[in-house]
């Protein structure tokens, strides 16, 4: 059947890409509905269907059309029971204000020339012998090449320079000075490369002030991704854990436990999407990310008991994210049916399409998948539009051999990326500018599953199998098939004698 291409293009530079991932997703149109919903009421989402059908790239769509996380999440220390630390919510607007505040209590930079002749030199600039300013970080004088950072000039300076009046450079320097009122005010000289700060009393206690706060780790930032993506492999990866400490949290020579709280993927996800790809393999932490879902809370606690970790417990750590849950058909009974419940009682399920109709509109879909993905690659060049029909006559293939639908285009385009890959590289092998037609024939050609390969070449999986054995397992295996059944042979004798 012939088709006549609206947007016509020589090659997939031509085609346009949309910004928008939604819009990116092909033959999915009930699902993408849906999931504009979902990211605007931030409902949950279960997506079931076979691999490669798009799951995980819808849920990273509705990730996009979120808003910008607002909360920073801190665990700070707590001086009267360590093993118990708090947790500390900070929205963007405070920390734009702190941000603000510190960029104001800076002081005021000026030259080495601008301060006292003591401070400049205590701070490491002065030459003491010739007064003559200098980079702090050269020790001798470039004019008269006396050392900077001694006060003797003595052949045995450097060994009485711990006991000399300040024998080093210095970071800071404190005086003093009268205000109009006649009262003394301490004044700050810090050094700044090539510069002095100067920093008056009422700096200085507003640096206290900052300063004086709690001792924290920030455990979800600010400024983060709203995706995450986790699996049933780990329980601390989708709870959050407390690190070991071999010193036990020693006070002088341990890590605090503050400093040893990990986040879990519940956390990481707070304000935004956590998708677990195959939720049936979480098996029994099923219940607690029900907990998470129900609480918006959860705790972080050590999950080893024979660790250091063990004692130490972060109650109420913000976890309210979007769950988007994927699962294949044969899976979806092992899925929890409270959890299930709670997805459905708060969201939607959908059933992915594994095949969409052989139109016009569609075939025109499907060249914008091939674009996309080429681009998504980076290292293959585009296709030309004769290898992009190519591709289009392969999905039709696979539709009516994978789905048994006639007039149809497969939706399974993980499948179909491998081919445009593997097309691009016989392409790069050639020094191709573009990926032509032969150049998808022969990829269609080679990319077969290992399961198809055995097949042609031995006829079945289980001769392939069979392959493998040494010559003389083979030669017992014959043994065995030759050796007749005794049982089966008096049968077929009592049979006989009855007859006659």
């Known amino acids: 059947m012939d088709y006549e291409y609206v947007n016509v293009f020589e090659d997939t530079s031509q085609v346009k890409i949309p910004k928008d991932p939604l819009q990116q ?21 279960l997506l079931v269907g076979p691999p490669g059908t798009g799951k995980s790239l819808l849920a990273q769509s509705i990730a996009f059309h979120l808003p910008k996380p607002t909360q920073e999440i801190s665990v700070l220390h707590n001086p009267e029971n360590p093993e118990r630390p708090t947790i500390e919510i900070k929205t963007d607007h405070e920390i734009t204000n702190e941000e603000k505040l510190a960029s104001k209590v ?9 301060v006292p002749h003591f401070v400049s030199e205590k701070l490491g600039f002065r030459c003491r012998k010739c007064g003559t300013n200098s980079k ?18 003595s052949p045995f300076g450097d060994l009485l320079a711990p006991y000399l009046e300040d024998p080093r450079r210095l970071d800071r320097v404190h005086t003093t000075k009268q205000t109009d ?29 900052i300063k004086r706060k709690k001792p924290r780790k920030v455990i979800v930032p600010l400024k983060r991704k709203p995706f995450v993506m986790t699996s049933g492999s780990s329980e601390t990866e989708l709870l959050g854990d407390v690190r070991h400490d071999p010193y036990g949290g020693h006070s002088q020579i341990g890590t605090a436990p503050y400093l040893r709280v990990v986040a879990g993927a519940v956390h990481e996800a707070h304000e935004g999407v956590l998708f677990v790809d195959e939720i049936s393999s979480l098996h029994h932490l099923q219940k607690y990310l029900l907990t998470a879902m129900q609480e918006r809370k959860f705790a972080i606690a050590g999950k080893n008991p024979q660790s250091s970790g063990a004692i130490v417990r972060v109650d109420e750590v913000p976890c309210d994210f979007i769950l988007i849950a994927a699962s294949n058909i044969n899976d979806i009974g092992q899925i929890m049916p409270p959890l299930h419940s709670r997805i459905v009682g708060n969201g939607y399920e959908i059933l992915l399409d594994t095949a969409m109709p052989d139109t016009l509109k569609n075939r025109e879909k499907m060249c914008q998948f091939v674009a996309q993905e080429i681009r998504r690659d980076g290292k293959i060049p585009h296709a030309t539009f004769k290898a992009v029909e190519a591709i289009v006559e392969e999905a039709k293939r696979r539709a009516q051999i994978t789905d048994d639908v ?27 500018g573009f990926i032509e037609e032969d150049f ?12 198809e390969q055995l097949s042609e070449r031995y006829g079945s999986i289980w001769k392939a199998g069979l392959s493998e054995s040494t010559f003389k397992e083979k030669k017992q295996a014959q043994k065995v098939r030759q050796v007749p059944d005794r049982r089966s042979s008096r049968a077929l004798l009592c049979k006989k004698q009855q007859k006659e």
């Open 25 to 45: 997703i092909i033959g999915q149109e009930n699902a993408v509905k849906l999931a504009h919903i979902v990211a605007k009421q931030k409902r949950n989402l």
């Open 106 to 114: 800076q002081g005021k930079l000026v030259n080495p020339n601008d």
């Open 440 to 451: 998808v024939r022969q990829a269609i050609q080679k990319a077969k599953t290992i399961e």
């Open 181 to 209: 009122n006649g009262e003394e005010e301490v004044i700050a000289y810090e050094r700044e490369e090539d510069k002095i700060r100067i920093l008056d009393q009422k700096t200085l206690e507003q640096l206290d002030q």
């Open 406 to 432: 006639s007039n149809a285009l497969t939706l399974r385009l993980r499948e179909l990326s491998g081919i445009i890959r593997m097309a691009g590289d016989i392409a790069v092998s050639h020094n191709a």
């Open 136 to 153: 702090a970080n050269i020790s001798a004088c470039p004019k008269c090449g006396n050392d900077k950072f001694t006060t003797s000039r």
